[in-house]
T-cell receptor, first 114, second 116 residues
Framework: GAVVSQHPSWVICKSGTSVKIECRSL??????MFWYRQFPKQSLMLMAT?????????EQGVEKDKFLINHASLTLSTLTVTSAHPEDSSFYIC??????????FGSGTRLTVV | AQTVTQSQPEMSVQEAETVTLSCTYD???????LFWYKQPPSRQMILVIR??????QNATENRFSVNFQKAAKSFSLKISDSQLGDTAMYFC?????????????FGKGITLSVRP
């Protein structure tokens, strides 16, 4: 079956630094990747949608300059949290789809900003 | 805009018994897709079952089945013979159409605990 690899699974960083999270589709070409944020015991909140080779589309209220998304190839999308602050601490999940037929989720990244 | 409502925040069931998780949604679309996802303590999202709105037959996957009532916009999940491994958060989700950029709209989720 389709597999999406997300790394790192957890990361601790200092306030003011940047963190990059990678999302790779291992056995299929992901035409679209989605990035979500999830707080404990809450639902997934869509942050942005990215297509290979084009700029990401951000949801309302999500800071584009804070959460940089790059979808450089059909198998790789990255989310960079720039100048991270404690309020950015959260669980980030990516998902990938090939032409909208089935969604596969990464295993998530727990980000802690200290 | 589509909305997905899961009004029960938590449920508990005895092992081997049956439990039903409720979900309602609102949309003006006639063709769409509905999903149930499971998120165990590992937090990996796992697809449980999928239903196409144009199909009248309710989807079934082993111990998991749905009751899809299109007119009532209801999409409940029945778990039969509950197992300890079913303990997880369950999310109902809606997708307007298949294709590039199709987004999933999630409900708030329900925490299911299976008691030994």
């Amino acid at each position: 079956g389709a597999v999406v690899s997300q790394h790192p699974s957890w990361v601790i960083c200092k306030s003011g630094t940047s963190v990059k999270i990678e999302c790779r589709s291992l056995d299929f070409q992901a035409t679209t990747m989605f990035w979500y944020r999830q707080f404990p015991k809450q639902s997934l909140m869509l942050m942005a949608t990215s297509n290979e080779g084009s700029k990401a589309t951000y949801e309302q209220g999500v800071e584009k300059d804070k959460f940089l998304i790059n979808h450089a190839s059909l198998t790789l999308s990255t989310l960079t949290v720039t100048s991270a602050h404690p309020e950015d601490s959260s669980f980030y999940i990516c998902s990938a789809t090939s032409r909208g037929y089935g969604y596969t989720f990464g295993s998530g990244t727990r980000l802690t900003v200290v | 805009a589509q909305t997905v409502t899961q009004s029960q925040p938590e449920m508990s069931v005895q092992e081997a018994e049956t439990v039903t998780l409720s979900c309602t949604y609102d949309t003006s679309e006639s063709n769409y897709y509905l999903f149930w996802y499971k998120q165990p303590p590992s937090r990996q999202m796992i697809l449980v079952i999928r239903q196409e709105a144009y199909k009248q037959q309710n989807a079934t996957e082993n111990r998991f089945s749905v009751n899809f009532q299109k007119a009532a916009k209801s999409f409940s999940l029945k778990i039969s013979d509950s197992q300890l491994g079913d303990t997880a958060m369950y999310f109902c989700a809606f997708m307007k159409h298949a294709g590039a950029n199709s987004k999933l709209t999630f409900g708030k989720g329900i925490t299911l605990s299976v008691r030994p």
